[in-house]
């Protein structure tokens, strides 16, 4: 059975960095889209980042563009978001997510990915 599991979060200041990094587990193909989204209680959950399985083909949210940057690592399996000059509308749960086998490609969508990390707490203070 295929996990993700997220770790990096944390409480920061405005203007700080953190980097996020997502650990596959079980039968998973570096080769699958992943994607980080992020949700703040009440609202519904945003795309930030989106990775294709070749790594080449990338696609951020217009809110992080410039400052957050997404990559991964084929023999770790793990994924990861490096967050620079963080804002407190920043704040949120981040979650990492994998597409199925059938498609490498990234995608905005959130119904696009089929299996879900826990998510790890960001906070960023003014």
């Known amino acids: 059975q295929v996990q993700l599991s997220e770790s990096g979060g944390g409480l920061v200041q405005a203007g700080d960095s953190l980097k996020l990094s997502c650990a596959a587990s079980?039968?998973?193909?570096?080769?699958?889209?992943m994607g980080w989204f992020r949700q703040v209680p009440g609202k519904e959950r945003e795309f930030v980042a989106a990775?294709?399985?070749?790594?080449?083909?990338?696609l951020y949210a217009d809110s992080v563009k410039g400052r957050f940057t997404i990559s991964r690592d084929t023999a770790r399996k793990t994924v990861s978001l490096e967050m620079n000059n963080l804002r407190p509308e920043d704040t949120a749960i981040y979650l990492c997510?994998?597409?199925?086998?059938?498609?490498?490609?990234?995608?905005?969508?959130?119904?696009?990915?089929?299996?879900w990390g826990q998510g790890t707490q960001v906070t960023v203070s003014s």
């Open positions: 990775i294709g399985g070749g790594g080449s083909e990338l």
């Open positions: 997510a994998s597409r199925s086998a059938l498609y490498s490609g990234p995608s905005l969508d959130p119904h696009a990915y089929v299996i």
């Open positions: 079980g039968r998973i193909s570096s080769a699958y889209g």
